[in-house]
Structures are given as C-alpha cells and as structure tokens.
C-alpha cells in the first residue's frame, strides 16, 4: 500500500522514459479541435496532437453513462492513481504517516504541512453548518509531499508549459477516457481527481488545450451529458472565479448534490419548456440564479448572462461566474448561474470556485474546521457573489424576461408568462 512512494518512482521512471522514447512510440491521432458547429473549415481546423496510445480505457469511450465514470474511478485506484480509503472517516493522520510518508526527509516535509496538532486528527470529516457544508481533508497536504503523479516536471518534451491536464504530459500511471461533442466532434477526457473536494471527484477536459471558457457548444455539450447521467453533476469556474487551470477548458464532477441544490427558489419567469428562478433571498446571502428545462432555453439563458456581464462590467473579476449543471429531483436539466465580484474572500487563503459558492467549503487544518463559523462563510459568499439586489443585475435578468415573453407572446399568445416586477427580483 506505498502508492505514493509508488507514484514517486512511477514519475520517474515516466521521466525517463520520456526524456529516452518520448513520442516516439505514441500513436498520432488526428483529433478535430473544438469549433463552432457553423465553422466551414473542418479540415483547415484539423490539429494534430500526439497521444499516449494506451492511455485510454477504450471500452469507456463515449458511454455517457455513470456507470463509465465510477469504472474510471475504480480502475485509476487500482492502477495507483486516487485512493480508495480517502473518504474513511476512520483513518487518522497517523495512517498517512504509515503509509505515504515512509522516509524521513518525507516526514520531515509532511510535519511542516500538518502540524503538530494534525497528528491524531482524523484525515477526513464532514459536518453541516447551517445550509453550508464543511469538508475537512488532511490528504490534500499530502499532494505537496511530492506527489508529481501527473506533470512530466522539467521535461523539454511537456507541451503547453507543463500543462497538467493536457494528455501528452500525464504520467504512464493516469488514464481515462473520451466523451465526444457530437455537435462539433470536439473530444473531451475523464479523469480521476486523486485529491478529492467532492465525493467521487472526476475532471472532465476538453483534449485540446484550449482557454477555459464557456462558447455555446461547451454549454450545449455539458447540458447534454448531463441529461443522459443520474447521478453526476458538473461545475464550472470560469477565469478569476477559481478556475485553478486557466489556459485549459475543464469542467469537475462529481456524484454528491452540493447545498445549493437544497435551496428554496423564488419565481421570476415560467413558460412551457422553461422556468427561471432566483434563490430564496432570506436563506442565500448571494445572487444565485436558477435555469430550469429544456437545454435549448438553459444554454440561451447562460448565453445571455455572460454577454450581459461582459457588456456590462470592465474587470474581469466582475465578469467571473460559476456554473452547477445538475437536474431536478424530478430529472429535468437545471442550472445555477452564479455572477461573481471576487475569487479570494478576505480572511480565507483559498480562492472560491463553484464549489464554495455552491456551499460546500473545504478546511485542510482541523482548527479551520472546528473554528470556521457560518457567519463568516455568508460574508465571504456575499464578497465574492454579487448582492441579490445588485441594479445591474436586475436589469440584464429584466431584459432576459422581456426577451423571452415577447417570443412566448408572438409564438403562444395564450402562455401563462410571470415576469415579476423589479422589486420582487
Ligand atoms: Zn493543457
């Protein structure tokens, strides 16, 4: 059970492999990059990129089901890559010890990064606080141990500066598998998180190494996966809203519902194959909203707040959101949109990604974990989103609500429209 010691050797040993063979045994494969389904240049637009020929679980590929991502989890465990016992509640850091941090100049790194106090503490609790949930994981210290699992480190042959989730630098140890964008065959790949924030915690990049970002196709394709899962839901930090990987387009999945999810929603606009809600203002302290139905109208919906925040704001701090892709208890598609202000909240070291401003926060100190206090996280959910009563905002949600029963009345003069008026946005 030394996986990281295991690991450690494993990188290099890839290293060297990789310096000697590098590609040259790979298979090449024309992949198309992502485009937009309206682009005539699909061979101009063709990039080469070269693959590992045996990182792929192939039967995976293009299943679209959870069943292939809980087989991506199981097998990365087996293979060395993620931990099966990492949500035991029984462990305690002296099992990391045992197990991981086998040398001394190794110990002596990990007591610098747990503390003396961590020693007894157990590696992983939960516990509500109010609507929010707090994580405490002492394993992802353990990440900074040394653990290089995935980035050929210092290596000339790395592309993109090293990129840790571009499939050409990960290590022999890391596979996954393709999901194809069948709207512009622009592929994707899962991939196992072995520091996990949320319960079953996947990556899903697009292959290329493309800007993260959110064009309508990334919308559309996620939406659409989505809808064929049961039970992942997937998350989006856009740039300045805790996107970790800024020059590569991801999205995080995961199989547990956040906080978020539990909230009551007010009401702002109902048609026949869509509902647009806000969360209930006295329970969430920020602006969050709700897209509910068909994707055609989430994706229209997403589009339009972005270009709105775009038009409408000059840093890219106040263009920043986050996006929760999940579905209803009743299985229909949904989407909260989060607009943001801020990525760090003052007094936390962390910057908030969706899964904080979903309500999900994450302690790596069992102080941090003991002490944090509800209040405070309200405070920093407000800091880094955007007032509910936020001017701004009512008007581009104003505009979304003129745009769509206007269409609702040329299309249906019958339809039962429910714009709400400014003061009850
Ligand atoms: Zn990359």
Not at 169 to 189: D, L, S, W
Not at 369 to 396: F, H, Q, T, V
Request: glycine residues 4%.
């Amino acid at each position: 059970m030394k996986k990281i010691s295991l690991l450690i050797q494993t990188t290099i040993m890839c290293s060297i492999f990789f310096t000697i063979s590098a590609f040259s045994q790979e298979t090449n494969l024309r992949i198309p990059i992502e485009k937009n389904t309206k682009s005539r240049t699909n061979e101009a637009s063709l990039v080469l990129l070269q693959i590992k020929g045996d990182f792929f679980y192939e039967d995976l590929n293009d299943s679209w089901t959870d069943s292939s991502f809980y087989a991506l989890l199981d097998r990365q465990i087996e293979d060395g890559f993620g931990y099966m016992e990492y949500w035991d509640t029984d462990k305690t850091v002296q099992y990391l010890y045992d197990t991981y941090a086998t040398t001394d100049e190794k110990r002596d790194k990990y007591d610098n990064l747990i503390g003396e106090e961590e020693k007894t503490a157990q590696v992983i609790e939960t516990k509500p606080l109010d609507v929010f949930k707090v994580v405490k994981s002492l394993w992802r210290p353990l990440r900074r141990l040394g653990f290089t699992g995935t980035k050929l480190k210092g290596n000339p042959k790395a592309i993109n500066n090293a990129c840790f989730i571009c499939v050409p630098n990960m290590a022999e140890v890391q596979k996954g598998f393709i999901i194809t964008n069948p709207r512009n065959n622009a592929p994707y790949v899962a991939l196992c998180n072995p520091f996990q924030i949320l319960k079953n915690h996947v990556t899903l990049a697009l292959i290329e190494h493309k800007k993260q970002g959110m064009p309508t196709e990334r919308a559309k394709f996620i939406l659409n996966l989505v809808k064929k899962l049961d039970k992942f839901r997937f998350g989006f930090n856009s740039l300045s809203a805790g996107a970790s990987i800024r020059e590569h387009a991801h999205f995080h999945g995961a199989d547990e519902a956040l906080p978020i999810e539990h909230i009551a929603q007010e009401e702002i606009y109902k048609d026949s194959s869509f509902i647009l809600s806000q969360l209930d203002k006295n329970i969430w302290p920020n602006a969050v909203y709700v897209a509910e139905g068909s994707e055609e109208k989430i994706t229209e919906f997403i589009m339009h707040m972005i270009n709105s925040l775009d038009k409408n704001f000059a840093s890219e701090e106040e263009k920043a959101f986050n996006i929760l892709f999940t579905r209803s208890d009743q299985g229909d598609l949904k989407a909260y949109f989060i607009p943001r202000r801020k990525e760090t909240p003052g007094g936390f070291k962390g910057m908030f990604g969706f899964c904080e401003m979903c309500g999900l926060s994450l302690c790596e100190r069992t102080k941090d974990y003991r002490n944090i206090k509800e209040e405070s996280l309200r405070k920093a959910l407000l800091e880094c989103g955007r007032y509910p009563n936020d001017s701004a905002l009512i008007e581009i949600i104003e505009d979304f609500v003129a745009l769509q029963t206007e269409s609702a009345n040329s299309n249906n003069p019958t339809i039962n429209v429910i714009p709400k008026n400014k003061a009850d946005i």
